[in-house]
């Protein structure tokens, strides 16, 4: 799963210009990202072989490094990019070749260790995503697109999706740690991607549950919405202000509010997102994340494999 596009575009997410592709541009990318360490755009891509549990580990036993995120099930090692180039000596003939064929640009880089002229870089075969999203779902907060998945019908079968959602519902997402995560940057992304969401009504606060809402609007709502909206304008004027006299991105973000609306690609194993699905379509999660986990289940469904965990 995954292509040279796809770290490129993982990683061109922090401009939010994750559409934009130049074959020469991407090339230079890939090995700018490798040679700085700037590794977390290589694990959305992921390859899965079969290799015996045994022989297996006993290739990993001779690596002296704990930050290996390597799983096994049902017969199949799943190996994302990053860890791939981290055992890259050590990885067995046809695994390198499975990379060369999916990753041919990638491949040649890393072999190279990175020292790769310009022009080797043009000569190089380049694998791209057929399409930005496979499928695409539209929440009342924002949207959901599966941009891939690797299904062989094991509990580490993978998935790729790109979210765009306010900030408090990536805050609760990212909470969720057994995955992949890179994001758009407000150190970098100014006003041309500044966007809000704005509730259609202003729900009221469950009794029964502390955290919880009802679905239903308050007295007023309609004024307090109206408020909200002219809390966001001044606070995008302020904002543009404040970078239009050369103030740094990253403290004027501090005044946006958290309606605001960034945009992530999330790669996550099949046992954790049904985690996910189950712990975020449940009645106490707040709204706007159960629509994104109602989503993710009518995309690639709901297969229970976490409920082989106690806790
Ligand atoms: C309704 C709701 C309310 C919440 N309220 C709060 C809150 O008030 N404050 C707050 O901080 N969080 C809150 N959370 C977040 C919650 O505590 C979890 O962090 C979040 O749901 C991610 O779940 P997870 O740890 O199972 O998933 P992941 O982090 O994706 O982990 C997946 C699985 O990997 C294993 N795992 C991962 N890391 C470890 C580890 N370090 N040790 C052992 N096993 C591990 C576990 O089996 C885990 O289920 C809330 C979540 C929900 C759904």
Not at 181 to 201: A, D, I, M, Q, W
Not at 247 to 253: F, I, S, T
Request: aromatic share 12%; charged share 30%.
């Amino acid at each position: 799963m995954g292509s040279d596009h796809r770290i490129v575009r993982c990683a061109r997410v922090s401009f939010a210009r994750d559409t934009h592709a130049d074959e020469f541009r991407d090339k230079k990318l890939i090995r700018y990202l490798f040679k700085h360490k700037h590794a977390s755009p290589f694990e959305h891509n992921v390859i899965a072989f079969r290799q015996r549990k045994d022989e297996w580990l006993s290739l990993l036993s001779q690596i002296d490094n704990p930050t290996l995120q390597v799983y096994y099930s049902k017969g199949y090692v799943f190996l994302n990019l990053r860890n791939a180039i981290n055992l890259w000596g050590k990885l067995p003939d046809e695994v390198r070749e499975k990379v060369k064929e999916q990753f041919p640009a990638t491949y040649y880089i890393v072999q190279r260790k990175g020292e790769v002229s310009d022009e080797e870089l043009k000569q190089l075969s380049y694998s791209r995503d057929e399409a930005y999203v496979k499928e695409k779902i539209e929440t009342t907060s924002g949207w959901i697109g599966l941009v891939d998945k690797l299904e062989i019908g094991t509990d580490m079968d993978y998935y790729t999706f790109v979210v765009e959602c306010p900030l408090f519902v990536a805050r609760q997402w990212m909470r969720h740690r057994f995955g992949s995560y890179n994001e758009v940057s407000k150190r970098y992304v100014g006003t041309e991607f500044l966007e809000f969401y704005l509730p259609e009504y202003i729900r009221k606060q469950a009794k029964s549950n502390k955290q919880a809402s009802v679905d239903e609007a308050i007295e007023e709502s309609g004024k307090f919405i109206e408020e909200i909206r002219n809390l966001i304008e001044n606070a995008k004027d302020l904002y543009r202000r404040i970078i239009e006299r050369e103030g740094a991105k990253e403290l004027a973000r501090g005044v946006l509010p958290q309606f605001m609306k960034t945009r992530f690609y999330w790669t996550v194993p099949r046992i954790s997102l049904d985690n996910f699905i189950t712990l975020r379509t449940h009645e106490g999660a707040q709204k706007e994340i159960r629509e994104f986990a109602q989503a993710i289940k009518e995309m690639v469904g709901y297969r229970g494999t976490d409920k082989k965990n106690v806790i």
